[in-house]
């Protein structure tokens, strides 16, 4: 028996692929080969820009005496949780019931009929903090299993079926009202750090989805307050440490509260939802930092994410060769004085360490510090200085040995991209970035689409598709990408390719009430299908729905979709005040929906991108537009509306009222400016 990931596509997996651990990829050979043996399987979840997960692996699988054991005693199942979504989530489900935290490195010991019975996170080789060490794990589950077979599969049955027996019932299902956004704006301001930015203490994480929310309520009513949140975030995270203050670029969180020292990996997801954010902040107010980071971020996916294939990489590492012949988390990003003075030379090197914030005692580990601009005062130094330190640091930086990056393409992940550069680039005057994101548009339909643009996998590496199908927010996800980019683009190519998509969300994904599941009803069956409406590091795959169902109505005039969307929505309005912090993206659909949304349509050949323009630049809680020449029949959006004395025009409508068509920019903003 060997390992068997060497023909793997996720490089998560293809870590592991030379461990003297006899893995197995998820999938029903596995299992089958537990029940020849009559061993239990042992399943390890992680990702590859996981710091943990690669201390796990030193730690254990690499290690001969512990893999002996585990080849011994079990079948072993290693999973990439970015691949497989609906395994991961059905079995951390399980452990966050059992141990009520969860987290990666997740291990989970399995029947072999998939049934778990024991669970727990990162074990460390010796015992240490109160853990047992991951041998005395293995050994004890081996006693368990060989002397209380019964007990095991009597507690195996019980959690199976408790998980099975938690579907989502919403009974009537009505959308959310003004008191629920009312409700949940409250609920947000007692969690609000006034004095450091963001929501709840350590570890902090981006707030991406509560801020648009934030930015929409505050453009539907006008609540400063909701405004001033948004505002001391951003500007708190984008002076932090969590914030690449030379390349760009958003960090996973934040160990401490006050945004100082991150977790150092960066994902493509974190980095095209704040992209989004700063872009619309900078929409809503005109804040020039708001501009500089929508762009950088931007930058950074690009350049630092961007695949041969057009598509954008997952993650890159947390860790890098510290240069001394090992690997250190942040070793890429961090500095000391001596190492500025190097590069700098002694004048610049001060004063960029009093910018910077980089001490003698250092921020971080080992007397390095993390480069952040707590400064709120003048600048140390004239902006050409200052423009001057980070080009010198970033190209010195770029020297140093680079973070391993996860080059695998998410659907979802992707379609994310897809929407922020789309918005970035037309916001900015930067149609490179709209290229970009056309580009990986592309990738999506013609690698991670099939049976004529219905069905999606999940992922594809160096242009290879692969295995695993797709789940709600892969469809969702990259059905607002292609939304969002056909609102600027005017290719109708793209609100078709969404059409299909979501007709596919109602047909296999929707359930009874209103309520949506993660996986189609012909995916693979696990022990529970999994469903969950709740917003984590990404819009849940629920609430993604709810937004494009409700965009791709107003653009059709199809009232399916809306009814849809409004069903879905009915979760937020049982939750919106209870735990507002973990249903930003529903709650920002819920103010769409409030809104009209407005449907702006903008018909016209030459002369008519001035009216474009003010319209994509309008702050109207997910205001759905149409642009086209006179005649054009595709959109329905569009459909008779024509030239208006031989002009551009657009036409807005709300509430299945429409207002009498404008010709002139600033009439547009006017009009989408009315309550």
Known sequence: MANRLAEETSPYLLQHAENPVEWWPWGQGAFEEARRRGVPVLLSVGYASCH????????????????????????????????????????MEAVQAATGQGGWPMTVFLTPDA????????????????????????????TAWQDRREEVADVASRISADLAGRSIRLGAPQAPGAEEMGAALLGLTKDFDARRGGFGGAPKFPPSMVLEFLLRHHARTGSEGALQMVEATCEAMARGGIYDQLGGGFARYSVDAEWVVPHFEKMLYDNALLCRVYAHLWRSTGAERARRVALETAGFMVRELGTAEGGFASALDADSDDGHGGHAEGAYYVWTPAQLAEVLGEADAQLAAECFHVTDEGTFEGGASVLQLPDRASPLMDAARFESVRRRLFEARAGRPRPERDDKVVTAWNGLAVAALAETGSYFDRPDLVEAAVGAARLLAEVHTHDGGRRLVRTSR???????????????????????LYAVTGDPEWLRRAGLLLDTVLERFAGEDGTLYDTADDAEQLIRRP????????????????????????????????????????????????????????????????DGPREIAVVGDEGAGALHRAALLSDA??????????GASEVPLLRDRGLVEGKPAAYVCRGFVCAAPVTEPEALEAALREG
């Open 115 to 142: 049934e778990p019975f024991y669970f727990g996170t990162y074990f460390p080789p010796e015992p240490r903090h109160g853990m047992p060490s991951f041998r005395q794990i293995l050994e004890g589950v081996r």
């Open 462 to 484: 160096d242009g290879v598709p692969g295995g695993s199908a797709g789940v709600l927010e892969d469809y969702a996800d990259t059905a607002e990408g292609w939304l969002t």
């Open 621 to 630: 809680p997910g205001a759905v537009i149409a642009v086209g020449a006179p």
């Open 531 to 594: 469903q969950d409406p709740t917003d984590n590091a990404v819009p849940s795959g629920w609430n993604a729905a709810a937004g494009a169902l409700l965009t791709y109505g107003a653009y059709t005039g199809d009232h399916r979709y809306r009814e849809a969307a409004e069903q879905a929505l009915g979760v937020v309005r049982e939750l919106a005040a209870r735990a507002p912090r973990f249903l930003g993206w529903g709650l920002a659909v819920g103010e769409a929906l409030l």
């Open 52 to 91: 943990w997960c690669h201390v796990m692996a030193h730690e254990s699988f690499e290690d001969e005496a512990t893999a002996r054991l585990m080849n011994e005693s079990f079948v072993s199942v290693k999973v990439d949780r970015e691949e497989r979504p609906d395994v991961d989530a059905v079995y």
